[in-house]
Each structure stands twice: as C-alpha cells, then as structure tokens.
C-alpha cells in the first residue's frame, strides 16, 4: 500500500502491484489494463519476463474484465485455465484483471492466499482509479482553459477598446505629443 500511495503514474502504480504480488505468492504476475481504443480488449501492462497469455487464456482474463469476478485456476469459472484472474474492481467498475500463474502447476492458493490476493487486486484497483481520475481531471482542466483561450480570442473588441488610453489634453499637459 506505501508504493501504491506514492505511485504518481499508471506504469509505476502497475509495476507496484506487480512487483508486489509476485514477491508476495512466488509466482509470475501480469496485469492486465483496458486497451483506449477498445474497452473489450486487454493488454498486458506489467508481467514478468517470459510469461505470456495464448488466446484462451487472454479470453479467461477478459470474462473475469467484464463480469468483475474471479476466473480460471482455482476458481468455479474455467478453472482449466492456467492461471488465476482476479478483477481490479473498484465501486465505478473495473480497471484491469491481475492474473497469477504458479511456479508449479499442481500448486493452487490456499485459502489465505486468496483473501490476500483480493486484498491486492482491490488497493491495485484503487490506486489505479485514483491515478486515472487526476488524468482525466487534468485533461478537463486543460480542455477549459483551451476554451476560454479561443473563446478569448474570437472575441470581438469590446466599444472602450477605441478609446485612446490618453486623450489629447492629458497629452499637452504631459508633455506627450499625440500621434
């Protein structure tokens, strides 16, 4: 949780929680994110060198996406997966899947691993919301400012802009000759 706090972008908050769960159970992580373009593709943000999903697997992760709930090895849905998808599920929804392999293939969670690996998927969701939150905040941000920006400038003058800052007997007695 003190790595996620401080995490101040989308790759270092992913790689904390990858890091972290991996450390944690002793098995390859992955995390998985929504693509921008499309919302009904994931792509693998952070995961460990060599661990890589087929396409079945990359379905088992995307079903665990949409229905916010746990999915492949070890759970009552597609349990044949290789590995375990939980749902980084926050209260406006989802934000990714992390997936967890086994260093060995007869070796499941125990039940505390699985409390646990909740307890990771729903700080990494957290912290991942947060950080997208202050992005689309700042883009609104930006967006107003744009606007009043060309706002401002599409702008006709307003009447008082004609008017001289100095008139001409302010000038004379200024010493400022008028143009």
């Keep these: ?36 373009e499309n919302g009904n593709r994931l792509q693998p943000h ?9 396409e079945h697997e990359m379905a088992v992760a995307l079903w665990s996406f949409q229905n ?4 492949g090895r070890g759970s009552d849905t597609l349990p044949a997966a290789r590995q375990r998808y939980e749902p980084l599920q ?19 969670l125990t039940p505390d691993q699985r409390r ?20 689309a905040a700042g883009e ?10 060309q706002s401002a400038a599409t702008k006709p003058p307003s009447p008082d802009s004609n008017t001289p800052l100095v008139s001409s007997g302010d000038a004379e007695r200024s010493g400022i000759s008028p143009g």
Excluded: C, W, Y
């Excluded at 952070?46 to 087929?54: K, M, V």
């Excluded at 916010?68 to 999915?71: D, E, I, L, S, T």
């Excluded at 926050?90 to 499941?108: F, I, K, M, N």
């Design 1 to 36: 949780s003190r790595d996620l706090a401080v995490a101040t972008d989308l790759d270092s908050a992913v790689q904390a929680i990858a890091a972290n769960a991996s450390e944690t159970f002793g098995r390859d992580v992955i995390i998985l994110l929504p693509m921008a």
């Design 46 to 54: 952070a995961q460990d060198p060599g661990s890589a999903l087929d």
């Design 68 to 71: 916010g709930q746990p999915a």
């Design 116 to 135: 646990l690996l909740e307890a990771f998927a729903t700080l990494g969701a957290v912290a991942i919301e947060r950080i997208l939150l202050v992005k």
């Design 90 to 108: 926050t209260a406006r929804g989802p934000v990714g899947v992390l997936a967890v392999q086994p260093a060995e293939r007869d070796r499941h």
């Design 140 to 149: 609104v941000q930006l967006l107003a400012a744009t606007a009043r920006l």
